[in-house]
């Protein structure tokens, strides 16, 4: 069975740093990508990070040149490394685990979160 489990939550103030951790515990086969989600109060999931099995990484604008998604070879473990943090960033993020199943169907994973709340 898939399991995501991230860590590396926390309180930080602004302009400072965080890195986030996400490994899988299970099946690791046809992996396509993985990624980092965020869900802020009153608003809707929004894509944060993602880098593909090939290596190729995709960035919200709100947080390009801020923070670095990079991730194993084996797309089993994906870290974000998260700098200038702004309270607008405060957010529960979630690890997103992308596979292929059959032909081009895709299914997604998901991890239970990490509360990440930047607040003076």
């Known amino acids: 069975q898939v399991q995501l489990v991230e860590s590396g939550g926390g309180l930080v103030q602004p302009g400072g740093s965080l890195r986030l951790s996400c490994s899988t515990s299970?099946?690791?086969?046809?992996?396509?990508?993985m990624g980092w989600y965020r869900q802020a109060p009153g608003k809707q999931r929004e894509l944060v990070a993602t880098?593909?099995?090939?290596?190729?990484?995709n960035y919200a604008d709100s947080v390009k040149g801020r923070f670095t998604i990079s991730a194993n070879n084996d797309k089993n473990t994906v870290y974000l490394q998260m700098d200038s943090l702004k309270p607008e960033d405060t957010a529960v993020y979630y690890c997103?685990?992308?596979?292929?199943?059959?032909?081009?169907?895709?299914?997604?994973?998901w991890g239970q979160g990490t509360q990440v709340t930047v607040s003076s």
């Open positions: 997103n685990q992308r596979r292929r199943v059959m032909g081009e169907a895709r299914i997604d994973y």
């Open positions: 880098v593909t099995s090939g290596g190729s990484t």
């Open positions: 299970g099946s690791i086969r046809n992996i396509v990508s």
